[in-house]
Every structure is written in C-alpha cells, then in structure tokens.
DNA sequence: TTGAAAATGAAATTCAGTTTCAATTAGTTT
DNA sequence: AAACTAATTGAAACTGAATTTCATTTTCAA
C-alpha cells in the first residue's frame, strides 16, 4: 500500500491509523488530480456511509501537513488539493471554459524568478504560477 | 479630478454618479496601495459617516468592470484592490512576515509565458505570479 | 417639479471552511 | 482479555468574507 507514508507520519506525531482515514487516504491516492473537498467526501461516501466531512477535511490537512498533498486555490474555484509527486514543483494552466487543469514546469523561469527575487533581495519559499485562458478544446 | 474616467463609465452603462461612489473613488485613488475593502470602508467613513459596507464594495466592483482596478487574492489574505496604472501588467513578490508587497515585471519571463502556452496549445487570457518569501527587512 | 429608475445601508443570507463536544475508537498497559 | 486513556469522530453550531434583499432615499432627465 502506498500510504505508508502517511501511517509513519501519523506515528511520529503521536496520531492514530483510523479506518477513516485509511479510506479518504487511499480514495485520494487513486483519484490523483486536483480534487476539492467535495469531490473526496462523495468519493468516501460510496466507499462507506459514516465518514463525515470534517473528517476529509481534517485527513486531508494531516496529509498536507505530512507533506503528501498540496493546497491549490485557483481564482474563483473552491480549494483543490493535490498528491505531491516525488517532490517536483510544477505550476498550472487553467482553461476558463471548461475547468481543465495543464500542468507545466519551466527551469528557465524559475530561474529568471531567481534573479527577480535577487534584484528585491527578497528571499523565495514558495511561489506561484497560474496562467488562465482556453484550452486546446475550448479555443475556438 | 482623474476620476472622470469611471463617470464615463457610469454614464455609458446609465448608472448615477453619487457622493458615496465620488467619496469611495477618491479616497480609492488617493490610497494607491492593495488596499482591503476595510481598508477603504474605514477610510470613506472618517470622511462620512453614512457610506455602508455594501457600497464600498458595490463600487470596488464597478471599478473592476470599469476596467480601472484590480482585484488580488493573495495566498492567506483578504481580497484587496489595485489601480490599474496606465494598463500595465505586473505580478508579486510577498513578504510572508510582514506582508510586505512588492511589484515587478520581467519580459522575459513574459515571453517564456508565450511558449509554455504554444507548446499546450493553450490560448492565454490572463495570469498570476506570486512569490512568496521575506523581503530584504524580514530576511533575518 | 415630477416621476421612474438606480442606489443606498442595515440586516439577512450564503457558502466554504472550522470548531465544538459528547460519544466512540485505537492502541498501549496491566 | 480487560481496562485505561488520549485521540478521533460526526453532527451541528459557528465563523468571516462576501453577496443579496428590501424599504427608503437619491439622482437626473423630461
Ligand atoms: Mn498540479
Ligand atoms: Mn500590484
Ligand atoms: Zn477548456
Ligand atoms: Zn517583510
């Protein structure tokens, strides 16, 4: 099972392996996109009547905070989140149409991001990078 | 006064031109930061009492359609507003100690953009580039 | 001056997200 | 295996920013 991870993680804190947790853990891993809230909640439903929402929220909090998963909050949509792929940053393109998420990475900007942040003497922790417009299907 | 422009607007949408919007674009111009609608509600009622909630926001969103402000959601913070300045695009650097909130350009980046773009086939209609970090003051 | 349409502010409402709390569960200790 | 204790749970209450409602007021053109 690939939610190792999280069982160490919730170990080394002093937390508790429930079956809830399992269940919401284990729907996230599978569903691998930028699922919101609500998408995980039905998602859990169906596997099991009794888990709640705050529990999804609260698991999916623990799972940011081990590190796993990833806050995305694009303009005018509910909070998203993500599984963290061995560690690689990436930024969006989001269709206005359609809702269609691109991903994309780009060495060359992070590094003229670098020199803009030189420039500021500003030191980086986290950025990012939305581009919206029309996917390839919806351009026309 | 440079807020003809957003009476041109009022009047080519058939809207009215009233001391609570006169008050709350001024006050609006004259701030020229990213300024929160607490911000400007705080403000707006130091120069008149009766200007309510609801019209200062009414009236950053007429601005925003008027196409003479922006608005910016950064990451953990309320909804503030910017002027546009003479419609030029720029994107943030934000201190995550002090708030702080610098500007900046780069082209090249810009035209990076562009390929990023191209290379998805994705037509762009606008974007976002926030980093987060400390600015020069909150470095140590 | 008048009249119709737009604007106003206070209060009510919305909505995503968080917190509360009594009851349940996990996992360790006897 | 039973007892113990701290963590977890779900339902409901709550929060805070933003929006809507609606009776009253204001604008502005005729
Ligand atoms: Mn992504
Ligand atoms: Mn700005
Ligand atoms: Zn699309
Ligand atoms: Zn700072």
């Keep these: 099972m690939m939610n190792k991870s999280f069982r160490d993680y919730l170990r080394s804190k002093g937390l508790k392996s429930t079956h809830q947790r399992e269940v919401v853990v284990d729907l ?18 169906r596997k099991d009547k ?8 609260r698991t999916l909090k623990l799972l940011v905070e081990a590190g796993l998963a990833e806050e995305r909050r694009f303009s005018g949509e509910v909070t998203r989140f993500e599984l963290v792929h061995r560690g690689k940053h990436h930024d969006h393109l989001i269709c206005i149409k359609c809702g269609r998420i691109i ?13 803009v942040a030189k420039k500021h003497n500003f030191k980086i922790s986290d950025h990012k990078y939305e581009i919206y417009g029309y996917c390839s299907r919806c351009k026309k």
């Design 28 to 45: 996230f891993l599978r569903l691998d996109t930028h699922c919101s809230v609500e998408d995980l909640y039905h998602a859990a439903q």
């Design 50 to 57: 009794r888990i709640g929402y705050s529990t999804v929220y």
């Design 103 to 115: 991903e994309f990475t780009n060495d060359r900007i992070e590094k003229l991001q670098e020199k």
